[in-house]
């Protein structure tokens, strides 16, 4: 900001701040309540049907911020915004008196205030409130951005979050939609008997996923506490009291970089259905997210970023030895062209590497970002999925899919592992990967052995990230732009 307009921003708020003492004297710069009748949107569509010059005597209370103000003289017009949009106000001087258009005359671009009028249609045809009574509510002490509409920074918009849903409507409409798709989601599987339950965000050991953890400290205790990862291994042990069909939407908290679509903490999808197995929650995938795009786009083919995305199921399936096959041009069963393959992609694997890490290395670099249309990518290598039940006709695979759209991981799922031996020899192997450096491997956690040994029914466990889902249907590059508050660093 040059020091001119500085000077200029300093100016406004000294007006607004000599405004709110003036005010502050007879009690009327900050109201604790108003007696709003009805929102923007009711009134546009109660009576959109007048015409210029029909009299209608209803008098209406809205209440919102002022976002316009024009004319002069004994008439002025302006706009004012609440949580449903917007609505024109039109201010006379003989229908208000003269001391109540002194006031109104005093309010603010950014005010808070209460209008009470009955609805005309103008001349030009815009439906509008002719005010017979006007209420500051709250005092804008500072200027809204830009002359309103000039909000245009992408950092300031993420930093300043309030200011961009003031400035932009479309990104107030975006986390409307935002807040449908999640209580779609639910209204989905509660009609499907699944159950919502809520489990500890605060983990003596944490897991149900490969990332590095936040840590925390509880100062009574006097002990470290991780946040989650994941809802995986409390939702199981529930499973494990006999509860058949749980989810949970909660937020997860993952210790790693940010960018056009992670955030170090966003909102998770897991549910977990006894009985069932990775094909069934291919097909419970595939009906849920078909179901989101006809509630919310209208239509199972839409444009995302520039492609077009069908939902129509089944969706494709497609195994790891296919796709690096396909797109990688080399066989997964061969770990020498493997590691070769690594090498040419730049990927410097070093002589310890697993297969099925050099796999994953390899779809990562050549094949995620391949896949455009919904894709079931199947049967990982079974050292990469520690909780994923072996593929029953090959122990080097697990039954596991991820659901990959235009690039991006969707949706993760497996016949989940219920074995505790064989879960037990896997939380080994993952301490093993620890002690030599990989910091997002599993931590041992005995007592989900201890409650695998009670017996949990075989089962199926979806996890779908619900950010990503929202920027799809909602054509949005960035999960910073679904999320209301996304992590920022440090000026």
């Given at each position: 900001m040059s020091e001119t307009a500085n000077i200029e921003h300093i100016s406004e708020e000294q007006i607004r701040l000599d405004k709110r003492k003036q005010l502050q004297e007879s009690n009327s710069a900050y109201k604790h309540t108003y007696d709003k009748t009805n929102s923007c949107e009711t009134v546009q569509k109660q009576y959109e049907s007048i015409q210029h010059e029909e009299t209608v005597t209803d008098v209406l209370s809205v209440a919102g911020r002022l976002v316009a103000k024009r004319g002069h003289g004994k008439a002025m017009f302006g706009n004012i915004t609440d949580d449903s949009g917007a609505l024109q106000v039109y201010f006379r001087l003989d229908a208000l008196g003269e001391e109540a258009f002194a006031h109104v005359e005093g309010f603010d671009i950014g005010d808070i205030i209460g209008i009470k009028g009955t609805p005309f249609r103008t001349k030009r045809g815009e439906l509008s409130l002719r005010v017979s009574e006007a209420t500051l509510l709250t005092k804008a002490l500072l200027p809204l951005p830009e002359k309103y509409h000039g909000l245009q920074d992408k950092e300031l918009r993420y930093r300043k979050r309030y200011l961009d849903l003031i400035a932009n409507p479309d990104v107030k409409d975006t986390f409307k939609k935002r807040s449908d798709i999640i209580k779609d989601i639910r209204n989905y599987l509660n009609n499907d008997n699944f159950m919502e339950v809520e489990t500890p965000v605060l983990n003596n050991i944490y897991g149900g996923a490969s990332a590095r953890p936040f840590t925390t400290h509880h100062n009574e205790l006097k002990q470290d506490l991780y946040m989650r990862i994941s809802l995986e291994l409390p939702l199981k042990r529930l499973m494990v009291g006999g509860f058949e069909k749980v989810y949970e939407i909660g937020r997860v908290f993952r210790n790693e970089g940010v960018s056009y679509k992670h955030n170090p903490e966003y909102t998770l999808l897991e549910l977990y259905q006894s009985y069932a197995d990775y094909s069934d929650m291919m097909a419970l995938t595939e009906s849920l997210l078909a179901d989101l795009a006809?509630?919310?786009?209208?239509?199972?083919?839409?444009?995302?970023?520039?492609?077009?995305?069908?939902?129509?199921?089944?969706?494709?399936?497609?195994?790891?030895?296919?796709?690096?096959?396909?797109?990688?041009d080399v066989d997964a069963d061969d770990y020498d062209a493997l590691f070769k393959r690594a090498k040419e992609l730049g990927l410097e694997p070093n002589e310890e590497i697993t297969k099925g890490t050099l796999i994953m290395d390899i779809y990562d670099k050549c094949v995620e970002p391949k896949l455009i249309q919904p894709t079931f990518m199947m049967d990982h290598p079974w050292e990469t999925s520690p909780l994923a039940k072996r593929k029953r006709d090959n122990d080097d695979l697990v039954e596991r899919f991820e659901l990959i759209i235009n690039g991006m991981e969707i949706a993760n799922a497996f016949s989940e592992l219920n074995d505790p031996i064989d879960q037990e020899e896997r939380f080994e192997d993952q301490e093993k990967a620890r002690k030599a450096g990989d910091d997002e491997a599993h931590l041992m956690d005995h007592d989900f052995i201890e409650a695998l040994k009670y017996g949990m029914p075989p089962a199926g466990g979806l996890g779908i990230g619900i950010d990503r889902v929202v920027m799809l249907l909602t054509n949005s590059h960035s999960i910073r732009d679904v999320i209301f508050f996304p992590h920022m660093k440090d000026k």
């Open positions: 006809k509630k919310h786009m209208g239509t199972l083919s839409f444009e995302y970023q520039g492609n077009t995305i069908d939902m129509t199921p089944p969706f494709q399936r497609l195994t790891f030895h296919e796709a690096l096959k396909t797109y990688a």
